[in-house]
DNA sequence: CTGTTAGCGCTTTCAG
DNA sequence: CTGAAAGCGCTAACAG
């Protein structure tokens, strides 16, 4: 069934049983070791600890986790590994899921789509105590199936709308609001704003009118995308117009850079002719030679966040769905200044 | 000691058990068709199908992997997400695994250094098949002690030196070497190379060199390293003496674009006064306002490569150790052009 | 082709 | 505090 029996040596690898044998006690003191139980003397465990060391043992979580309620693992989908703003969030959600003794398993959903594979299935079928999607992900009907067996938490995303799933982002809506001020302290009044898809594109879109219309600006929304080709034609069509805007704010850093070029391709100087805001404040922005003013959105805070909520919910079922809101922070860098005309 | 009897739905699920009993078979009947055994007849198969249908039948991978001989996974170990050389290397990867209905894990050894995981460790209690290294990792002692017990492949790198561990990864000589040349046909003579670290950098340099010497010019070497930072540094240092270069050869894309902020910190044009090439061809070359020309690792070719390895190693053991390499190509984007006193 | 029977390595009662 | 015993869900012989 197991390995064969092996002509040379016992490619065996060691057990919770010769543990016990080695240390000279029965097979759950061992376990009750491994639990971290406080009912063991600690000579024996003392024993214990030292035949695991000698023998190089490593506990099997499979076993464990068939055995056992919990496998001691949490999925994390992510929606796509090219665009990394989602590193610290994984930071911070790895901190807390280490802290519980929590391995998460990772899987790239885009890329699992492209080979066929059924990322949400596979992760159920490996026994996950829970769920966490991080970012917008295609995968919705699997997740309604997935959400029916185990706890599910969206970081940073509120879609798909999956009821009993929490959900923690940064506060988009402040977050564009902030944007649009800096802009407006600078003392821009032509900006415009590049719409992303979905509900966080709503709500950066609501942050960013209701900034406007605060100071008594007209908003000036066109609809753009998330990646750097779909802001590079936006700009491109904004730029070419006959009053082009001094400033513009974008939907996310890809999208910015996108507008950089285009911005370029007109002969306009960047922050000199015009001013432009992405989001995200990914390492893209922090690159010299691009230096974008970006909306930080607290990722690590958000990953953080996500982990206590699926830890929480791996031991309680039925708890109402929750939303956290994590503060955004404006970084100012070299591609924000004052509008042309007020030099 | 397993789900508690719960009052109102049995949250139990479901098991080849229940299967069995609703297609009125035996349990091993079911576990042979999970397995695609042909000693089935297609009535009952057709009937155990529907009873897992009707049942939403998850088969349990925790369970498989501990009464057969394999988990059925593999162990991918990232060595840094912010920097996504790596995606169509995974992308291969998967391809070449989910063929074989095994499913890639993926940790990033660098989240799990700063929150004190194990990775390799977590990896083997999971109880994986083999490990896929991916790109150069500090984790060193862990990946000696684990060749001890499965199969591991490096992909995009080549260190650190494990005996009995394939190697799959780029001609990086010969991709270096394809980037010089295209700058000396541009009529260059000036062009300095900003060598990376380890193995991966001595090999680039090596190109660079063999291609100078052979066209008769004097090699230029300088200390560089795979950050931005350290492209941005180097660069300026050079572009700041007596002679500068007319063109760079950076190690790769990062310290590339490092070295485009130097020259526009210099007031240098790219490609008028300067002209630059990177390597990894990762999207930051295609990025329109930075259009880097750059050397493509043919990286899903890599990951192709190193699943097949892997999975023959799962299969037997004592091959000897392979080193496979695939052939770079050039990508020339805006970045280069001929040298200044040419025009 | 089918059903029975052992385990895989571990956790968890339940008596000592 | 300790040991024996049962069982998690599945696979893999083994006789029918």
Redesign the pocket.
Known sequence: ??QPPAPGHPP??P???DVAERAG?????V??V??GSS???SD?RRAVLDAMAELGYR??QL??G????HSGTIGVLLNDLRNPWFVELLEGLSATLHAAGVSPVLVDSYTDNRVGRRSVETLLEQRIDGLVVVGTTSEEAALETAIATVPVVLAGTREPALPGADIVVDDDESGARQAAEHLIALGHRRIAHLQGPGEIGRLRRAGYEAAMRDSGLDPWVVAGGMSEESGYEAARRLLAGPQRPTAIFAFNDLACIGALSAAADQGLTVPGDLSLVGYDNTYLARIRHLSLTSVDNGNFAVGLQAGRYILERRETRDLPQRLHLVPTQLVVRGSTGHPPDSA
Chains 1, 2 share one sequence.
């Open positions: 069934m197991n065996r690898r057990t919770i049983r006690v029965s097979k759950s003191l376990s009750l491994l639990g009912n063991v003397s024996r506990p099997n076993a464990r068939l055995s056992s309620p």
